[in-house]
């Protein structure tokens, strides 16, 4: 079974900065591809980052380019995103998920608030 339990949220202004982790609880966690999610209020959940098995592999949703950056650290089983230049349209709730693939993302946290004031 596979937990993750999220954190680093909170309410921040504009041209702010947050880094949310995601600490994991599973034996191998470097078998699985890890991401980030989120849903603001009346919208569906969205794809925001992910990141391959080592580490060698990033995507970002084209909104975030540039601005968040995910990293893993398997000897910790962790895995981060640093949010700079945070706007208002990045308030949502964020999730952070794992799977064997990016596509498959299987387990997921219970989110974590992120405001952002303009």
């Known amino acids: 079974q596979v937990q993750l339990v999220e954190s680093g949220g909170g309410l921040v202004q504009a041209g702010g900065s947050l880094r949310l982790s995601c600490a994991v609880s599973?034996?191998?966690?470097?078998?699985?591809?890890m991401g980030w999610f989120r849903q603001a209020p009346g919208k569906e959940r969205e794809f925001v980052a992910s990141?391959?098995?080592?580490?060698?592999?990033?995507s970002y949703t084209d909104s975030v380019k540039g601005r968040f950056t995910i990293s893993r650290d398997n000897a910790k089983n962790t895995v981060a995103l640093q949010m700079n230049s945070l706007r208002p349209e990045d308030t949502a709730v964020y999730y952070c998920?794992?799977?064997?693939?990016?596509?498959?993302?299987?387990?997921w946290g219970q989110g974590t608030q992120v405001t952002v004031s303009s």
């Open positions: 998920a794992a799977g064997l693939t990016r596509a498959l993302m299987d387990y």
């Open positions: 599973v034996r191998t966690f470097s078998s699985y591809y």
């Open positions: 990141v391959s098995w080592n580490g060698g592999i990033k």
